[in-house]
């Protein structure tokens, strides 16, 4: 069973820049579905970007242009954020499934919730 850990989230004025990674331990990614998802405070969490196993991506409108997901080849998944602004504040989480379908994922019709996941970072951004 792979665990995850993330690291990388810490506070930033507007503007600036951040990333996140993702480390599991146990398995490599190797055939999983991988997320980032983010809840801002009194709010639902929300899927932020998702990556397949053959590198396709998906992302939020929000971040599209300012956020990069990427992996590496083993056991790291990663999450670049430039142009970070105040609604950007939340506990970031990433996340894994070895079964979903991430082209459901992607179109918003996975139908079910990932089921492994880190216990998150907060990323906070001031104006």
């Known amino acids: 069973q792979v665990q995850l850990m993330e690291s990388g989230g810490g506070s930033v004025q507007t503007g600036g820049s951040l990333k996140l990674t993702c480390a599991a331990s146990?398995?490599?990614?190797?055939?999983?579905?991988l997320g980032w998802f983010r809840q801002p405070p009194g709010k639902e969490r929300e899927a932020v970007a998702i990556?397949?196993?053959?590198?396709?991506s998906w992302y939020a409108n929000s971040v599209k242009g300012r956020f990069i997901v990427s992996k590496d080849n083993s056991k790291r998944l990663y999450l670049r954020m430039n142009n970070l602004k105040p609604e950007d504040t939340a506990m970031y989480y990433c996340?894994?499934?070895?079964?979903?379908?991430?082209?459901?994922?992607?179109?918003?019709?996975?139908?079910?919730?990932?089921?492994?996941w880190g216990q998150g970072t907060q990323v906070t951004v001031s104006s």
């Open positions: 990556i397949d196993s053959d590198g396709a």
């Open positions: 146990g398995y490599t990614y190797s055939g999983y579905c």
């Open positions: 996340a894994a499934d070895l079964r979903i379908s991430c082209p459901d994922v992607m179109a918003g019709r996975a139908g079910r919730d990932f089921g492994i």
